[in-house]
């Protein structure tokens, strides 16, 4: 090789050595012997120009922040060492600039990463202290449908923030983790007093539910449906069982008291059908009855009158609401009768008082006979029957009395 070959950053000596120029001075960076002496300086500038892209690329993902600080570092490290020991031609004090500048860059990088670590952790840990607070409200409380769900929210939130310092970060996970715990350990004691709950309620409503089917074909009307009102109050006393087991008996005790009640509404349809006809032919009575007085002949109208009191009895009940009316007006013609009657005593002293103790004497047995019916119905557990005779026995009882008034004012 002969000649040389030169350009402002380098040049290529007689011998062949290569140069490159820096502020110091001149260093050799190759020895080129065979071909042109401008193909040994391109062939260096080309090693020089790959050089200068590796920077830019390092430049470019400093930049970008693709790199952590701590990794552009070592990878700027890197490139100085190649850049002191270039075997190069080109600015390479450009290139040292421009990693002197990317050194700048990132320490202003680290900086603010270490300011937007600090800002996080203030965040996390303001964060952290309100869920530990919240929790801590949690745990005394009685949400115990929620409350779970809420706490596992809270613990994802936690897991998704940074740690912080280990103290900060061990004292703010223990309150939390403490009142995770407590309220775990009174829900399970909630939830096993409200098993235990539900069990007795069970047991109570299976009792009503048994004794309520024992009395659904039950024709003692008036006896059962107070019970079943009382069965009833013990039902909503008992307080609630599981649902499945709730829905179930509650069918079983409702079905029981449909079958009870659609029975008993049947069978009182059918009285109130029978109670009016009596109506009618208790006011074809009265109106005879009425007709009676004024009794000019009191002995015919007291026969006739006992006569039609044995129909009445034989008639039987009338509805309820009709039951005073029809009683006064029957009344009323027996004291017109009665009046009549002490008018004749006064008058004739001893037949009237025979007629009176004859009465009296028919009455009283009446109402013996009229007693031991109620008692015979009782035994039998026939309520119809019991409450027909009471009706008829104070009935008498009345007429008793008026009788007993009469013959104590003849005797004065």
């Not at 402002?8 to 001149?26: F, H, I, K, L, Q």
């Not at 994802?156 to 900060?168: E, S, V």
Request: charge should be neutral; proline fraction near 2%.
């Amino acid at each position: 090789m002969s000649g040389t070959a030169e350009e402002p950053w380098g040049r290529v000596a007689d011998d062949g050595t290569v140069y490159v120029r820096t502020e110091s001075g001149e260093r050799a960076v190759g020895s080129w012997q065979v071909g042109d002496p401008e193909g040994a300086l391109a062939f260096f500038r080309r090693k020089y120009d790959a050089i200068a892209l590796e920077v830019d690329l390092l430049a470019s993902r400093v930049e970008s922040g693709i790199l952590a600080p701590d990794e552009a570092q070592n990878a700027l490290r890197r490139e100085r060492r190649n850049l002191e020991n270039a075997q190069a031609v080109g600015n390479l004090a450009a290139l040292a600039a421009r990693l002197d500048s990317l050194e700048a860059t990132i320490a202003e990088r680290r900086n603010q990463r270490r300011a937007e670590r600090k800002r996080q952790l203030d965040e996390a840990r303001t964060v952290k202290a309100a869920i530990a607070d919240e929790a801590e409200s949690l745990s005394t409380g009685s949400d115990w449908r929620h409350g779970v769900g809420r706490f596992r929210e809270l613990l994802d939130q936690w897991k998704a923030l940074p740690r912080l310092d280990k103290a900060t970060d061990d004292e703010l996970w223990h309150r939390f983790s403490s009142a995770r715990t407590a309220y775990t350990r009174r829900r399970k004691q909630h939830f096993a007093e409200l098993n235990a709950r539900r069990e007795d309620s069970r047991q109570v409503k299976e009792e009503i539910a048994g004794e309520a089917e024992t009395l659904a074909d039950s024709t003692d009307w008036g006896r059962v449906t107070s019970r079943y009102r009382e069965l009833m109050q013990r039902w909503k006393a008992a307080g609630p069982a599981n649902r499945d087991v709730e829905d179930q008996l509650w069918k079983r005790f409702r079905a029981a008291q449909d079958r009870f009640f659609t029975a008993r509404n049947a069978t009182f349809a059918e009285q109130e059908a029978e109670f009016q006809t009596n109506l009618e032919r208790k006011e074809v009575l009265l109106q005879e009855a009425e007709a009676l007085v004024p009794a000019r002949d009191h002995r015919a109208a007291r026969d006739s009158f006992r006569d039609i009191l044995r129909r009445w009895d034989e008639v039987g009940r009338v509805p309820r609401d009709s039951v005073r009316a029809v009683e006064a007006r029957l009344r009323r013609v027996e004291e017109a009768i009665r009046s009549a009657e002490g008018q004749e005593w006064r008058r004739t002293n001893p037949e009237t008082r025979a007629r009176a103790n004859d009465t009296l004497s028919q009455l009283r047995a009446s109402i013996a006979d009229l007693e031991r019916e109620v008692s015979r119905a009782r035994a039998k557990g026939d309520t119809s029957a019991e409450r027909k005779a009471q009706e008829a026995l104070a009935a008498r009882q009345a007429w008793l009395a008026e009788v007993e008034k009469t013959l104590d004012e003849f005797s004065a």
